[in-house]
């Protein structure tokens, strides 16, 4: 049995059950505002977070970062409290789903908005000399933002110790990647001479590797990189927005991360996760009386 592959299998299923909580609480009205979920994307960010160390380096997360944020900090009830806007929750209630911070992470909605934000970041990491490195999350629509350009140009002068995590879902809310984008994604950090690399985005154990090497090597020479996820949102857009067919969105169903990992893993490790994450969840639920 490959205990990496447990761990990460188990990040991977509390991620998948907190958001579907997520989603149930919205529909018995509990919670207001909006969720972007990412069902579907959880070996992105099990596979990257658990790849970086939360001390050393800094995590720059997005609109879906709810996995980002999880995998980083393992803070369930304390990301509940901020969705459901209560003073408890980690930003006091205020940032809700999509502003977060807390430590080293950091997260906003606005698309390709926290791209230059890690690259300042990235430059403080340079000059304090030390070997911590920049992480940065966005979405294949996020690569048309223009200012995502000027901070790899940036990053690459400068060489600064950024790795730009790319997600690529094959959709933007509801625009397919090839009616949106001229070229293929990869082609654009590779033309500032930042070195990427594509990985399958739904195999955990993959990104995990991949992860590892990538930031092995830039805290030996500090310098950009860039990581290509090819995976698939399962769930809507955000809570019953989804105009995909119904076939497209099956197909896919059978290359989800979860499924993929739990044909490799016993039938009783994987049930003793699953009762454990599940547990968690009740618990949580009860304390907030919502169950
Ligand atoms: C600057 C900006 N424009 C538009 C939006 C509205 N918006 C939120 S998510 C989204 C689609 C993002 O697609 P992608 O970057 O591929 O990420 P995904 O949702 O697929 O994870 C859009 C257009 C926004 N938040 N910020
Ligand atoms: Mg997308």
Same mark, same amino acid.
């Given at each position: 049995?490959?205990?990496?592959?447990?761990?990460?299998?188990?990040? @991977?299923?509390?991620?998948?059950?907190?958001?579907?909580?997520? #989603?149930?609480?919205?529909?018995?009205?509990?919670?207001?505002?909006?969720?972007?979920?990412?069902?579907?994307?959880?070996?992105?960010?099990?596979?990257?977070? &658990?790849?970086?160390? %939360?001390?050393?380096?800094?995590?720059? &997360?997005? =609109?879906?970062?709810?996995? =980002?944020?999880?995998?980083?900090?393992?803070?369930?009830?304390?990301?509940?409290?901020?969705?459901?806007?209560?003073?408890?929750?980690?930003?006091?209630?205020?940032?809700?789903?999509?502003?977060?911070?807390?430590?080293?992470?950091? &997260?906003?909605?606005?698309?390709?908005?926290?791209?230059?934000?890690?690259?300042?970041?990235?430059?403080?990491?340079?000059?304090?000399?030390?070997?911590?490195?920049?992480?940065?999350?966005?979405?294949?629509?996020?690569?048309?933002?223009?200012?995502?350009?000027?901070?790899? *140009?940036?990053?690459?002068?400068?060489?600064? %110790?950024?790795?730009?995590?790319?997600?690529? *879902?094959?959709?933007?809310?509801?625009? %397919?990647?090839?009616?949106?984008?001229?070229?293929?994604?990869?082609?654009?950090?590779?033309?500032?001479?930042?070195?990427?690399?594509?990985?399958?985005?739904?195999?955990?154990?993959?990104?995990?590797?991949?992860?590892? !090497?990538?930031?092995?090597?830039?805290?030996?020479?500090?310098? %950009?990189?860039?990581?290509?996820?090819? !995976?698939?949102?399962?769930?809507?857009?955000?809570?019953?927005?989804?105009?995909?067919?119904? !076939?497209?969105?099956?197909? =896919?169903? !059978?290359?989800?991360?979860?499924?993929?990992?739990?044909?490799?893993?016993?039938?009783?490790?994987?049930?003793?996760?699953?009762?454990?994450?599940?547990?968690?969840?009740?618990? @949580? #639920?009860? *304390?907030?009386?919502?169950?």
């Amino acid at each position: 049995m490959n205990s990496d592959l447990v761990i990460l299998y188990e990040k @991977m299923f509390l991620i998948r059950l907190f958001e579907e909580t997520l #989603l149930n609480l919205f529909s018995l009205g509990h919670l207001r505002g909006t969720v972007h979920t990412c069902i579907g994307q959880e070996a992105c960010a099990v596979g990257v977070v &658990s790849a970086i160390d %939360p001390k050393r380096d800094t995590l720059c &997360s997005n =609109h879906r970062g709810h996995g =980002h944020f999880l995998a980083f900090t393992d803070d369930t009830d304390g990301l509940l409290k901020e969705i459901l806007g209560l003073a408890s929750g980690i930003c006091g209630g205020k940032g809700g789903s999509q502003h977060l911070h807390v430590n080293n992470f950091y &997260s906003n909605g606005i698309l390709g908005g926290m791209v230059p934000i890690a690259t300042g970041i990235a430059l403080s990491q340079k000059f304090a000399a030390k070997d911590g490195i920049s992480v940065v999350f966005v979405g294949d629509g996020a690569m048309s933002e223009g200012v995502i350009y000027e901070a790899l *140009n940036i990053a690459s002068l400068w060489q600064l %110790p950024l790795l730009l995590v790319i997600e690529h *879902n094959q959709i933007a809310q509801s625009t %397919p990647w090839n009616l949106e984008h001229g070229s293929a994604i990869e082609g654009r950090p590779i033309s500032f001479g930042i070195p990427t690399e594509t990985v399958d985005g739904n195999d955990v154990q993959a990104v995990y590797a991949s992860t590892k !090497t990538i930031v092995d090597n830039m805290r030996q020479d500090s310098k %950009p990189r860039c990581l290509l996820l090819n !995976t698939y949102r399962l769930g809507p857009h955000s809570k019953g927005d989804d105009y995909r067919c119904i !076939t497209e969105i099956s197909f =896919h169903q !059978t290359n989800d991360p979860l499924k993929r990992a739990e044909t490799v893993l016993s039938e009783n490790v994987k049930t003793r996760i699953q009762t454990l994450c599940q547990t968690r969840i009740n618990h @949580m #639920l009860e *304390n907030f009386s919502l169950l």
